[in-house]
Nanobody, 126 residues
């Protein structure tokens, strides 16, 4: 699976952005999809995960709950991250990732994911 993230940019605090991640291949619907982010000088941080089908289970980091929404369109092989009420601390490179999932899959650790996109930079100004 090859992943291509897009949609990042510069936005003022309180604004919104929607990130997209397009996947190649015919097996997109067999993967859990997640978003992670990495701020300068920090480690990769879990943001959100969605199960294999649209409308399925989602999970979010506490820091983004109520502000971010993950969704997917399996017909378009694309996963989205709608980000509202952005804060300067949301500034980071955002990565999408794909995981086949296991019986113990949680989706919150980067080691569970096999495929990664190249990242898209989100900068939130105060």
């Amino acid at each position: 699976v090859q992943l291509q993230a897009s949609g990042g940019g510069l936005v003022q605090a309180g604004g919104s952005l929607r990130l997209s991640c397009a996947a190649s291949g015919r097996t997109f619907s067999s993967y859990y999809m997640g978003w992670f982010r990495q701020a300068p000088g920090k480690g990769r941080e879990f943001v959100a995960v969605i199960s294999r089908w649209s409308g399925g289970r989602t999970d979010y980091a506490d820091s983004v709950k109520g502000r971010f929404t993950i969704s997917r369109d399996n017909a378009k092989n694309t996963v989205y991250l709608q980000m509202n009420s952005l804060k300067p601390e949301d500034t980071a490179v955002y990565y999408c990732a794909a995981a086949p999932g296991t019986s113990r899959f949680s989706g919150v650790t980067h080691k569970e994911y096999d495929y990664w996109g190249q990242g898209t930079l989100v900068t939130v100004s105060s």
